[in-house]
């Protein structure tokens, strides 16, 4: 049987708005930190409506102010506190594609609806697996891929990141507020290499001043949770469980694998300072079924908008040479 654009267009309906609309989990059941960010919004997210870039505010010093007395008249100036990051947008799609020969060959009713979903679910996978590989990538703003975690943390000092290279932004104590913190010296695997990073990204020592998630590879969360007694090794945090990712806590630090970081590398990040910009028509917004120029048959895409944001680069580190 050959299904009419209409009928496809209604499993389509049917296919994300059963149960609840769960069918949109599996655009983050493969990634630890995609789940957390974009699905669970633990950290900045926003929607804007469009522009050329996308902006985030940035404060790195403090305004004028300080103890008077009644005498003492009080400065009005305005410190050069503000700047911005300027994240280019980043544009990804899974294609989803049904052949009449397809449809032809599915031997009844049931049987064409569920090759039309099977497509349907490959083309969401595709999609959230291009954003969860290069969720980690090195590519600096002009790539067509997110503006990943490896470019946030990149130690290279000339290299732009949200628009700024970390020397063009330098404190009159000399201090960089946008530095890329890397630590690529050879080391095994430890509790002294997460506390390292901790350190390594404290933008204070308060509350929400070091980072609170950790990503890596299995191998090296493993090592890990090894090291760490037994009473230690499941404390939990309720947040992360009920998601279904296996993680650690330690020293108020989330540690979960992923399965797309790269080998030999972990991440710490402060989730008060990382998140997804996403544009407000392009959180895996579905076009609807055509039908294709070529070969008989009909084409669907689902398409996403938007960037990994930062708005305090030097909250974050890597280290990326361990075993």
């Known amino acids: 049987m050959s299904l009419s654009l209409t009928e496809i267009e209604s499993i389509t309906s049917d296919y994300f708005a059963a149960a609840g609309g769960r069918a949109v989990d599996i655009y983050f059941r493969n990634s630890f930190l995609l789940d957390l960010l974009m699905n669970r919004q633990a950290g900045l997210f926003e929607r804007p409506g469009g522009g050329e870039k996308i902006r985030v505010p940035l404060s790195y010093s403090d305004a ?35 052949y009449l020969t397809d449809e032809v060959a599915a031997a009844g009713d049931y049987a064409v609806v569920q090759f039309v979903t099977q497509k349907i679910e490959t083309a969401q996978r595709t999609c959230s697996s291009w954003l969860a590989s290069t969720l980690y990538s090195a590519a600096g703003d002009e790539a067509p891929t997110l503006t990943g975690l490896r470019a946030l943390t990149s130690s290279d000092a000339d290299k732009p990141y949200g628009g700024i290279a970390e020397n063009d932004l330098v404190a009159s104590d000399g201090a960089k507020p946008w530095r890329g913190v890397t630590i690529d010296a050879p080391e095994t695997m ?54 279904g990712f296996a993680h650690l806590v ?37 076009q609807p079924w055509v039908d294709l120029a070529g070969p008989a048959g009909r084409s669907m895409k689902i398409l996403w908008h938007g960037n990994l944001i930062c708005s305090n680069r030097k909250a974050h580190a890597c280290h990326a040479n361990l075993s």
Not at 200 to 213: L, Q, T, Y
Not at 222 to 234: D, G, P, T, W
């Open 64 to 98: 004028e102010g300080g103890f008077f007395t009644r005498a003492d008249t009080l400065s009005s100036d305005d410190r050069a506190t503000i700047n911005a990051a300027a994240f280019n947008w980043k544009h990804a799609y899974g294609n989803a594609t049904v």
């Open 190 to 243: 430890s509790l002294d290499v997460l506390q390292a990073l901790r350190s390594a990204a404290k933008v204070s020592d308060g509350r929400d001043g070091k980072p609170n998630v950790a990503v890596t590879t299995e191998s090296l969360y493993n090592k890990v949770s090894r090291i760490l007694q037994v009473q230690q090794r499941f404390v939990t945090d309720d947040g992360v469980a009920q998601a």
């Open 250 to 286: 330690y020293e108020g630090m989330v540690l979960a694998a992923d399965d797309y970081c790269p080998a030999g590398h972990v991440f710490a990040v402060n989730t008060n300072h990382l998140g997804f910009a996403i544009h407000q028509n392009g959180f895996f917004a579905r």
